[in-house]
């Protein structure tokens, strides 16, 4: 068989996921085929995380990170694969301003946030349920904020790190706040998987991405010469944008683990009490399938 028959046969995965780094970071083995794929071909979309909750409701994609704020909505479309997954561990989302504010007085601003089914937006709504809100894309947020647009903003990504140097205040690290409220980590997103897509194929998909995770945490400085690409206001800052992906590429994203997946029900059993999500639900995940997954190049080595 040639090898442009065998491509041609393969079978197309729409894998959809965040332009930042870190995103960048845990896909880049299956970007670049350094994780061998034989009789799949991956088409890669790259859009902001609120856009890809939208269009999962379509089930738009085979495989697309979502919020886990909007995993709720579409519980009866997807499964949580068991890795590739952003938790904040005494860290996450920042509310930030102009000039520091209390609380009470956020409340009577109007907050920018990155997108209705962000995890950014539960957390703020559960840290102060009676916010006022107006969707901003996450990367005009730190501008709004600073040009006096809205009065705070929920910032993401690599803002997390470079809001200082507009000149802008934490009010709170919703992050910290929620380790501090539960004892553990703030699941803020993660990667679904359609339903209607086989078992077995599921299995091997879960497995591919927890190879190009493991990939990258093998070979970090190759990896991250790609990844900084994606750095947002990380530019030419390595050493910001090797702190922000270690912040969200890490033993969480390998696998969820006990720990993980009881902060992930804690979080969608307190939303649902706050009135934020219509319905409580139970999470559903898929597990890896090391036995029906391809060879990694090199993924022995050491992680860095």
């Keep these: 068989m040639t090898s442009k028959t065998a491509t041609s046969k393969a079978q197309e995965i729409r894998l959809a996921h965040s332009p930042d780094s870190d995103d960048a970071f845990m896909f880049y083995a299956l970007a670049t085929r350094k994780v061998r794929t034989p009789g799949l071909k991956f088409t890669h979309v790259l859009q902001d995380i609120e856009t890809l909750n939208q269009a999962a409701r379509q089930e738009t994609y085979d495989v697309t990170a979502i919020s886990f704020h909007a995993y709720p909505f579409l519980a009866d479309k997807y499964r949580l694969l068991d890795c590739g997954a952003s938790f904040g561990e005494g860290y996450g989302p920042v509310v930030v301003a102009r000039k520091p504010l209390t609380r009470r007085r956020l409340a009577r601003e109007v907050v920018a946030i990155p997108g209705e089914l962000t995890t950014a937006h539960l957390a703020l709504k559960l840290w102060l349920p009676e916010v006022r809100t107006r969707v901003v894309p996450f990367d005009r947020i730190l501008d709004e904020v600073a040009a006096g647009q809205a009065g705070a903003g929920v910032v993401i990504h690599e803002g997390q790190l470079t809001f200082g140097e507009r000149g802008l205040q934490a009010v709170v690290d919703l992050g910290a706040w929620w380790q501090a409220e539960t004892g553990g980590p703030l699941p803020l997103g993660g990667n679904g998987i359609r339903k209607d897509i086989d078992p077995a194929l599921q299995a091997r998909l879960c497995q591919l991405l927890a190879d190009s995770i493991a990939y990258g945490l093998a070979h970090r400085e190759e990896t991250l010469d790609y990844a900084v690409r994606y750095a947002r206001g990380l530019e030419g800052d390595r050493r910001r944008a090797d702190r922000f992906v270690a912040m969200y590429v890490n033993e969480w994203t390998r696998e969820y683990g006990a720990v993980g997946r009881r902060a992930v029900q804690e979080l969608l059993e307190r939303g649902h009490a706050a009135g934020v999500l219509p319905r409580r639900v ?23």
Excluded: L, T
């Design 282 to 304: 139970a999470a559903e995940f898929v597990e890896c399938s090391p036995a029906k997954a391809a060879p990694v190049e090199s993924v022995g080595a050491s992680p860095a």
